[in-house]
Protein backbone atom coordinates (compact mmCIF):
# COMPACT_ATOMS: atom_id res chain seq x y z
CA UNK A 1 0.00 0.00 0.00
CA UNK A 2 1.32 3.11 -1.00
CA UNK A 3 1.48 6.36 1.59
CA UNK A 4 2.91 9.84 1.35
CA UNK A 5 2.59 11.43 4.87
CA UNK A 6 3.38 15.20 5.14
CA UNK A 7 4.91 17.27 7.39
CA UNK A 8 5.65 20.82 8.06
CA UNK A 9 4.30 23.80 6.97
CA UNK A 10 1.86 26.65 9.12
CA UNK A 11 1.86 30.03 9.83
CA UNK A 12 4.97 32.59 7.90
CA UNK A 13 5.67 36.09 7.41
CA UNK A 14 6.11 37.20 3.56
CA UNK A 15 9.46 36.96 3.17
CA UNK A 16 10.18 34.20 5.60
CA UNK A 17 10.91 30.36 5.17
CA UNK A 18 9.73 27.20 5.48
CA UNK A 19 10.49 23.39 4.40
CA UNK A 20 8.08 20.68 4.00
CA UNK A 21 8.25 16.92 4.12
CA UNK A 22 7.02 13.88 2.80
CA UNK A 23 7.59 10.71 3.82
CA UNK A 24 6.90 7.50 1.05
CA UNK A 25 6.38 4.62 1.90
CA UNK A 26 5.07 1.17 -0.23
CA UNK A 27 7.25 1.95 -3.11
CA UNK A 28 10.25 1.72 -4.42
CA UNK A 29 11.00 5.07 -3.50
CA UNK A 30 14.43 5.52 -5.21
CA UNK A 31 12.44 5.03 -8.95
CA UNK A 32 10.00 7.27 -8.70
CA UNK A 33 9.27 11.17 -9.63
CA UNK A 34 7.90 12.83 -6.73
CA UNK A 35 5.80 16.26 -7.20
CA UNK A 36 4.78 18.83 -4.90
CA UNK A 37 1.53 20.58 -5.77
CA UNK A 38 -0.55 23.13 -4.12
CA UNK A 39 -4.53 24.44 -4.62
CA UNK A 40 -5.30 27.95 -3.28
CA UNK A 41 -8.88 28.83 -2.30
CA UNK A 42 -11.12 29.04 -5.05
CA UNK A 43 -8.11 27.99 -7.60
CA UNK A 44 -7.21 24.64 -9.41
CA UNK A 45 -4.46 22.19 -7.86
CA UNK A 46 -1.05 23.40 -9.87
CA UNK A 47 1.90 22.05 -9.63
CA UNK A 48 4.66 23.75 -8.55
CA UNK A 49 7.77 21.14 -8.12
CA UNK A 50 9.38 17.96 -9.22
CA UNK A 51 12.37 15.84 -9.24
CA UNK A 52 13.64 12.45 -10.53
CA UNK A 53 14.27 9.31 -8.30
CA UNK A 54 17.72 10.04 -8.67
CA UNK A 55 17.67 14.08 -8.22
CA UNK A 56 19.21 14.75 -11.61
CA UNK A 57 16.01 16.57 -12.93
CA UNK A 58 14.40 19.07 -10.94
CA UNK A 59 11.58 21.14 -12.39
CA UNK A 60 9.58 24.25 -11.56
CA UNK A 61 7.07 26.22 -11.91
CA UNK A 62 7.28 29.80 -12.81
CA UNK A 63 5.63 30.99 -10.24
CA UNK A 64 8.08 29.32 -7.53
CA UNK A 65 11.36 28.91 -9.42
CA UNK A 66 14.18 30.74 -7.45
CA UNK A 67 12.23 30.59 -4.22
CA UNK A 68 11.73 27.08 -3.83
CA UNK A 69 13.95 24.48 -3.99
CA UNK A 70 12.80 20.20 -4.15
CA UNK A 71 14.83 17.23 -2.93
CA UNK A 72 14.87 14.01 -1.86
CA UNK A 73 16.72 11.40 0.67
CA UNK A 74 16.03 7.90 -1.20
CA UNK A 75 17.54 6.47 2.31
CA UNK A 76 14.88 7.76 4.09
CA UNK A 77 12.56 7.42 1.55
CA UNK A 78 12.10 11.74 1.96
CA UNK A 79 10.98 14.65 -0.16
CA UNK A 80 11.10 18.02 1.07
CA UNK A 81 10.12 21.52 -0.74
CA UNK A 82 12.44 24.16 1.47
CA UNK A 83 10.21 27.58 0.30
CA UNK A 84 12.16 30.48 0.89
CA UNK A 85 11.25 34.59 -0.03
CA UNK A 86 7.67 33.28 0.46
CA UNK A 87 5.09 35.76 -0.21
CA UNK A 88 1.31 36.33 0.55
CA UNK A 89 0.20 34.97 -3.05
CA UNK A 90 1.72 31.31 -1.58
CA UNK A 91 -0.40 30.70 0.46
CA UNK A 92 -2.12 27.44 -0.24
CA UNK A 93 -2.54 23.87 0.72
CA UNK A 94 0.56 21.59 -0.36
CA UNK A 95 0.59 18.17 -1.32
CA UNK A 96 3.02 15.67 -2.50
CA UNK A 97 2.46 13.14 -5.12
CA UNK A 98 3.71 10.52 -7.22
CA UNK A 99 2.34 7.89 -9.56
CA UNK A 100 2.55 4.26 -9.01
CA UNK A 101 1.44 1.54 -11.90
CA UNK A 102 -0.40 4.83 -13.53
CA UNK A 103 -2.52 5.85 -10.13
CA UNK A 104 -1.63 9.21 -8.56
CA UNK A 105 -0.85 8.78 -4.70
CA UNK A 106 -1.12 12.33 -2.66
CA UNK A 107 -0.10 13.35 0.88
CA UNK A 108 -3.11 14.67 3.14
CA UNK A 109 -2.03 18.35 2.50
CA UNK A 110 -0.42 20.75 4.56
CA UNK A 111 -1.58 24.18 4.57
CA UNK A 112 0.92 27.20 4.28
CA UNK A 113 -0.34 30.96 5.07
CA UNK A 114 1.66 33.73 4.87
CA UNK A 115 0.80 36.74 6.50
CA UNK A 116 1.62 39.39 8.74
Known amino acids: QVRL ?6 LVQP ?11 GINFRLYVMDWYRQA ?6 LI ?6 S ?7 SVKGRF ?12 LQMDSLKPEDTAVYYCHTRF ?3 P ?3 QGTQVTVSQ
Open 15 to 25: GGSLRLSCAAS
Open 69 to 80: TISRNNIRNLVF
Open 56 to 62: AVRNYSD
Open 101 to 103: RAR
Open 105 to 107: YWG
Open 41 to 46: PEKQRE
Open 5 to 10: VQSGGG
Open 49 to 54: ASISGD
